[in-house]
């Protein structure tokens, strides 16, 4: 077997990642087919930019999902003779045959781990921004709300949490000592209450009226909600279903905390803005429930706007995390996601850069994907 | 104004306290303690003897008096074995009675660097001279370079130029430091890959590299050779964040009033530009460019580790990395200090900047 040309490696590729072409395919045809009935998603796909970013993310989303299927070989598995090899290498005695994008330090596969890193970010970073967002929300919506004491003592909270260097605190934060000493455990116990309480409130604010609904619903929340407490925060499930090794949790609270603040700055301003309109003061004087009001009169309102932030969010925690493996923190050092990659990569990098370049493309595209998909959104959404 | 400028230095103060007792705490653990007694003493110490170091070398005790120790509000602690008193504030060679009372960071006490072996404001100190100089570089690359292409995409929005500036705008804040720099590296600074090996061959370039991949001789002699690629990074993410910003101000200001009076007067569009609309469309980038600081001192740790500069960054991560706890309590003062001194900065210059702010 010979050394691959790139026009071979490129087509090889692109062949490995049929399942997501497929997928791509399948997604954009419904999507275009039913644009006109799917509100602000189906607007969308009249923005070129929207499109070119909603198809980044998607990739590296399907990538993430079919990832088993994708892989040329074992993320973890080493092969003698190949450290370093150069994109294109032959892998004599094996099943698929060549290193598409060469070999690292450690003689693995690039390409694989690339792919495997896919998943290792997109499992953490969408659901660490969705935690922000519940802590943000819960806390921001009262404070722009009622004003007063309340917002004075948030608004400064967050502004101490802002005002610290964010490598820092990961620093000082995402530390085995720090694991040692079960903060992490009780960032968590606080962190992960606020979607519980959230989505008490939010179905308790509409149904209280009739309490059959209410019940089932703030029922519901509540099961779910501490079943995966239990689990999350303190590993007590019984079930084993719910349940976050201690160094993944202590990564993933550190990025919530550090990205609430911001959140709840936004939400806190759209909501001082959007208490002085009308339809505020029409449920004002029905004599509906402050929480009735925030949740179901404000927050539908200001969805535009934390919509797109959301997804510009996604992006800057992709980025968070890259930087948390950039520098070694809270990872297992075997860890295919891309943060720590680029820095196992860095060490050759004037002799052999393939290996810290390919995830660090993978990165930018995907976070570039995440902007220009917000971009779409946003000139779409002010279209209205 | 006056009033504005005290209440904030207040609140300022307040979060600078607030802050360093979270850092000093953080930094205080009991099992970042253990780790200091078994780094300074030995290895295998027993559990009593990690204590009895502990007791002996002023670690025991309430926090928050601690704290103050290390502020120097609260009389220094003192230790006293076989008649021969130890305390933190009796260096060695003197008795008891010529040491003062307080020796905290308030008294310009900082403290020792285990790793460097150093005083930690000598430490401190020249690092943060090799870091003003990469800052220095990246705000004379950065400021003017995101201004002008903010304020070109911003003057016609929707145009051709507009468009290309803005997808460069959006690529460049998509692109964190540690994936520029390792691009950068590979396309400039590579003698096997990128564009240096094609321009050795064509003999445009004497050296085997365009740029150096590492900034560690940059601390004696800034050359454009090795303080590129640094730079760059640290100023590509920056730029893009900032003209975004300026070109959203800039198409804000470019529909009001006053610029189709101008124009209608029969002004042309340089002269609009040039004289009314841009003082007015500075004002929002002014802010940001300020609090960009905090953020540049993100990307100084990334690139100062990436290239090898012993400036702060690196210091930073030297400190936490090699648990050097009264090194790291300076470099947060420094870091917190940094991001509070700009915040007011970026405050009172708004208000200076925009004539319709009045404070009471």
């Known amino acids: 077997m010979d050394t691959l040309g790139w026009g071979s490696i490129l087509s090889m590729m692109a062949a490995r990642f049929w399942p997501v072409w497929i997928a791509l395919v399948v997604t954009f045809a419904l999507s275009i087919a039913f644009k006109r009935r799917l509100g602000l998603y189906g607007k969308l796909f009249d923005s070129p930019i929207g499109m070119v970013g909603f198809a980044l993310v998607m990739f590296w989303a399907f990538t993430a999902v079919f990832a088993d299927q994708i892989i040329t070989f074992d993320p973890l598995t080493q092969f003698r003779g190949l450290k370093n090899a150069l994109p294109g290498t032959a892998v004599p005695d094996s099943e698929y045959g060549w290193f598409l994008l060469g070999g690292d330090n450690l003689a693995r596969d690039v390409f694989s781990r690339m792919v495997m890193g896919a998943r290792e970010v997109l499992k953490i970073a969408p659901a660490a921004t969705v935690f922000a967002f519940m802590v943000g929300i819960t806390l921001g919506l009262p404070a722009g709300y009622f004003g007063g004491r309340l917002d004075t003592l948030l608004s400064f909270l967050s502004n101490l949490v802002l005002a610290f260097p964010v490598i820092l605190l990961f620093y000082l934060l995402v530390t085995p000592e720090m694991v040692q000493t079960g903060i992490p455990m009780y960032m968590a116990a606080v962190l992960f209450l606020f979607p519980v309480i959230f989505l008490c409130t939010l179905w308790n604010s509409r149904y209280f009226t009739s309490p059959g609904k209410r019940n089932l619903y703030v029922g519901l929340s509540l099961a779910i909600g501490l079943w995966a407490y239990s689990g999350l925060a303190f590993n007590a499930d019984p079930t084993g279903l719910w349940s976050m090794d201690p160094n993944l949790l202590n990564v993933f609270v550190s990025v919530v905390f550090v990205n609430s603040p911001t959140v709840f700055r936004i939400v806190r301003g759209l909501t001082m803005d959007l208490k002085a309109r009308d339809y505020v003061s029409a449920a004002q004087t029905r004599g509906e429930k402050s929480s009735y009001i925030m949740l179901w009169e404000i927050l539908p309102n200001a969805r535009g706007p934390l919509i797109v932030d959301f997804c510009l969010r996604i992006g800057y925690t992709t980025i968070l995390l890259g930087t948390l493996g950039f520098f ?57 | 104004m006056l009033n504005f400028v005290i209440r904030r230095l207040a609140v300022m103060v307040l979060t600078a306290l607030v802050l360093t007792f979270v850092v000093f705490t953080l930094t205080n653990l009991p099992p970042n303690l253990e780790k200091l007694a078994k780094s300074e003493g030995s290895v295998r110490m027993s559990d009593e003897a990690v204590a009895s170091w502990l007791q002996q ?304």
């Open chain 2, 57 to 360: 070398n002023g670690h025991t005790g309430p926090m928050i008096g601690r704290y103050g120790q290390w502020l120097g509000v609260l009389p220094g602690w003192t230790f006293e074995e076989n008649g021969t008193v130890t305390g933190r504030c009796i260096a060695k060679g003197m008795t008891a009675e010529d040491a003062p009372r307080y020796c905290g960071v308030l008294q310009g006490n900082w403290g020792f660097s285990t790793v460097f072996k150093q005083p930690v404001l000598d430490v401190l100190g020249r690092s943060l001279g090799h870091t003003g100089w990469l800052m220095l570089w990246v705000m004379i690359v950065m400021v003017p370079s995101s201004l002008i292409i903010g304020v070109l995409s911003g003057m016609r929005e929707g145009s051709r130029l507009d468009r290309v500036l803005s997808t460069f705008a959006i690529a460049t804040t998509a692109t964190p430091e540690y994936v520029s720099g390792v691009i950068l590296v590979a396309v400039f600074a590579s003698a096997t890959a990128g564009v240096s090996p094609w321009l050795v061959e064509q003999g445009w370039i004497s050296g085997k590299t365009l740029f150096q991949g590492t900034a560690t001789s940059a601390m004696d002699k800034i050359t454009f050779w090795n303080f590129t690629l640094p730079v760059m990074t640290i100023a590509l993410y920056g730029i893009g964040y900032i003209a975004r910003m300026t070109r959203a101000s800039m198409t804000e200001v470019m529909t009001q009033q006053y610029i189709r009076t101008a124009r209608l007067k029969g002004a042309s569009f340089g002269h609009v530009v040039m004289k009314h609309a841009l003082r007015n469309a500075l004002i929002a980038p002014f802010t940001v460019i300020m609090l960009q600081f905090p953020w540049l001192l993100n990307g100084v740790v990334i690139v100062e580790t990436l290239f090898n500069y012993k400036g702060f960054g690196w210091t930073l991560v030297q400190a936490a990395g090699n648990n050097d706890i009264d090194l790291l309590l300076g470099c947060s003062v420094v870091a917190v200090f940094v991001v509070l001194v700009t915040q007011l900065i970026s405050d009172i210059g708004y208000v200076f900047l925009n004539p319709r702010i009045r404070l009471a």
């Open chain 1, 328 to 384: 070694g923190l809270g990872v297992t050092p075997e860890s295919p996601d891309w943060g720590s990659t680029i820095n196992a990569g860095r060490r050759l990098l004037s002799v052999y850069p393939h290996a810290a370049v390919v995830p660090a493309l993978a990165l930018m595209s995907l976070v570039l994907g995440l902007n220009l998909l917000a971009d779409g959104l946003r000139e779409e959404s002010l279209k209205d």
